[in-house]
């Protein structure tokens, strides 16, 4: 089993909708969750930090649910440059150092007009 | 800052030749990570280093070699490329110890092994 799995997509949906994408990860040990955003032929970069409570960011609303090892994404009213490939992000903490990070495979998204 | 650089941009190479990618970060981050994506496929870590003097193997290590002589440098070696290698290598830093640790990525590099 991978230690990070993403639904690879392609979700293809009109602009204004809401989507939501999950990001399971097996490790019960991991400590930080992020969500990062790439575009084709780019590097990938941060969205967001996903914290316990939940959290916000605009359009962006990142959970995480420790129980069932899971964190998602939701994003609403989408719009065309939401187009992208969103990566889960998982760090695996020794001590008070971050020993390993692992990325899932990636959720691509395109919003039609 | 430069942030993370990566070279060259784009390689060509011949089955069994070596060469080295070169990954720079000037800010001053313990961390560093070679990764490797395929078309389709999401980043898989080849080696990763949480500071000078110290690495180790991600998912898929084979084929290629990792040293971490200096907190700034960290160089991937294809000791003999094959054409299973034909991929984009992207190299990534973060600084350790923190509660909150973005992942900083190079412009990557694109090698096609004929």
């Known amino acids: 089993r991978k230690e990070v799995e993403q639904d690879p997509g392609p979700f293809n949906v009109p602009e204004g909708a809401t989507v939501a994408f999950n990001c399971t990860y097996s490790?019960?040990?991991?400590?930080?969750f992020f969500w990062y955003r790439q575009d084709c032929r780019k590097e990938p970069k941060l969205l967001m930090s996903?914290?316990?409570s939940g959290n916000e960011d605009g359009r962006f609303t990142a959970q995480l649910n420790r129980a069932s090892q899971y964190i998602s994404l939701l994003i609403r009213d989408s719009k065309l440059s939401d187009s992208a490939t969103y990566l889960c992000?998982?760090?695996?903490?020794?001590?008070?150092?971050?020993?390993?990070?692992?990325f899932g495979s990636g959720t691509r998204l395109s919003i039609r007009p | 800052n430069a942030g993370v650089t990566q070279t060259p941009k784009f390689q060509v190479l011949k089955t069994g030749q070596s060469m080295t990618l070169q990954c720079a970060q000037d800010?001053?981050?313990?961390?560093m990570s070679w990764y490797r994506q395929d078309p389709g496929m999401g980043l898989r870590l080849i080696h990763y280093?949480?500071?000078?003097?110290?690495?180790d193997q991600g998912e898929v290590p084979n084929g290629y070699n990792v040293s971490r002589s200096t907190t700034e440098d960290f160089p991937l070696r294809l000791l003999s490329a094959a054409p299973s290698q034909t991929s984009v290598y992207f190299c990534?830093?973060?600084?350790?110890?923190?509660?909150?640790?973005?992942?900083?990525f190079g412009p990557g590099t694109r090698l096609l092994v004929l």
């Open positions: 992000v998982v760090i695996l903490f020794r001590g008070s150092s971050a020993s390993k990070i692992i």
């Open positions: 990534a830093s973060s600084s350790l110890g923190l509660a909150e640790e973005t992942q900083y």
């Open positions: 280093s949480v500071g000078a003097g110290i690495t």
């Open positions: 996903v914290y316990s």
């Open positions: 800010m001053n981050h313990e961390y």
């Open positions: 490790n019960s040990a991991s400590q930080s």
